[in-house]
C-alpha cells in the first residue's frame, strides 16, 4: 500500500531531480533536502570568528557599550554577503540566522537581556531600489527567536551615504556623521538597544547609529554583525 508518507518522499525526489538546487558557492548538486542553499564543504568554509569580538567603550572610540561578530570576513564569507546584499538572495538568512544562533549560545552573547533590537536601516531610497534591508531580515528572525522586542524603525537613515566600501577608513567615519536620526525619542529613552548589521569594518556605522541612539537616552547599546573584517 502506497502511504501518505511515502508518496511525499516520492514527489520530493522527483522534484529534487526536477529542480536539483547547487551550492551557492561551488555550484555542485545538493542532493538532501537539509542541503538547499551550500554543501557541507562550502558550509564548512564559513569561519567562525575565534574572538567573539567584544570590544568594550573603554577605548572611548565607540558609542556601543559592546559588540559581537559571528563569522571572518573571508572569501566564501565575502561572496554570500554580496548575494545577499546586492542579488536578492534574501533566503540566505536562513543559513546566516543559524550560526549566529549557534554563536550566541555558545559564547552566552546576552541578547535576550536587551530590551529591543534593531537593524542598521537602510536610507529609504537605497530600500526602494534593493527591496528589503538584510539587516532586517537578521534581526527579526533573531528577534522571534529570542523574544525580544523587534523595532524596524527605530532609527531612520536619513543621509544618502556613498558605499563604505569604496571609502577608506578615515572617510568611512566623516560619511557616516549625522547619518541616522531618532524616530520616536519615547521608545528609545532608557532602554537598551542591540542593533544588527551585516558587516563590522571601521565599526563607524555601529558607532553613528549607537551615538544616536544614546543622545535620545539609550541606556545601553549593543552591536552584533554576522560577519566582521579580518
Ligand atoms: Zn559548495
Known sequence: MVTYVMLQAFLQGAFELIFPDNCLLCRQFLNSRHQRQLCPHCLGSLAFNPNPFSRQSTSGSFAFDQAWSVCLYNEPAQKLLHAFKYNSKTSLSKTFVPLMIDFIDRHHVPVQLFDLIAPIPLHPVRLRERGYNQSALLSLAL????GISHSEDLLIRQKMTSSQTELGAKQRWTNMEGA??????SEVEGKS?????DLFTT?????????TLKSAGAAR???LTFSITI
Open 203 to 211: 565599526g563607524a556605522t555601529v558607532h553613528s547609529a549607537a551615538e
Open 180 to 185: 541616522f536620526r531618532i524616530k520616536n525619542p
Open 143 to 146: 528577534s522571534r527567536h529570542y
Open 193 to 197: 538597544v542591540v542593533l544588527v548589521d
Open 221 to 223: 547599546v549593543g552591536a
